[in-house]
């Protein structure tokens, strides 16, 4: 079993749908990112987080360490969100485990 | 605007050749990550380095591979003889001590084919 866990693997919404991508994790953790990779792109930064929740623009993410869970949320997606969303956690010394993505398909 | 820089942006060689990316991290940034992607594996990590030291390149086949950081501000990843199943996307990151709360910075990556 991967400790990092996306679902759903792929996604494709009409434009204007309001987004959710999950990440569940097996381990202790002290920081959760969440990165966007666009088609032969490189990657982005979206957030780091530890607790609670963040936002920017359309996106959210929130975390429940309790749970091991997070999930980052589009408002009002468009076509440019289309890309591949990818949940990683750090661990203690330097471990960064990356889920496989989440490939969302935004159509307008 | 500050980034990490990565060179180059595509290789395509021969099975058996050397092939040397390179790396720039941002000015001021004390930790570098190489990291592979495939389809099948996603992100792999294949060295760390913090202050310019290697702190773990488990991940990283020794036989072939090799990384170096012979100053601040460029980073290496050398593979002596290339073969076709390291055909895949090379990133570099940098960051501040990312290892307990920092932000990772993504170059664009090195899309490497190997014939």
């Known amino acids: 079993k991967n400790e990092v866990e996306q679902s759903p693997q792929n996604l494709t919404a009409q434009e204007g749908e309001f987004i959710t991508i999950n990440c569940s994790y097996s381990v202790g953790i002290s920081a959760l990112h969440w990165l966007q990779q666009h088609p032969g792109g490189g990657i982005v930064s979206l957030f780091m987080?530890?607790?609670g929740k963040k936002k920017h623009g359309r996106l959210i993410a929130t975390i429940n360490i309790q749970e091991k869970h997070s999930s980052l949320h589009i408002t009002a997606s468009h076509p440019r969100d289309s890309a591949v969303y990818i949940c990683a956690v750090s661990r203690r010394p330097h471990k960064i485990i990356f889920g496989k993505g989440t490939r969302l398909h935004i159509l307008p | 605007d500050a980034r990490v820089t990565q060179t180059p942006r595509h290789k395509v060689t021969e099975m058996g050749q050397e092939v040397t990316m390179r790396c720039q991290p941002i000015?001021?940034?004390?930790?570098v990550f190489w990291y592979r992607q495939t389809m099948m594996q996603g992100l792999e990590l294949l060295a760390y380095f913090r202050n310019r030291a290697p702190l773990d390149d488990s991940g990283m086949p020794k036989d072939r591979f090799s990384a170096e950081m012979p100053d601040a501000t460029l980073a290496t990843l050398k593979i002596q003889p290339s073969e076709p199943r390291d055909s895949a996307v090379y990133f570099c990151?940098?960051?501040?001590?990312?290892?307990?709360?920092?932000?990772?910075?993504f170059g664009e990556g090195s899309r490497l084919t190997v014939l």
């Open positions: 000015l001021g940034h004390n930790t």
């Open positions: 987080l530890s607790s």
């Open positions: 990151a940098s960051g501040q001590e990312p290892e307990y709360t920092g932000e990772l910075f």
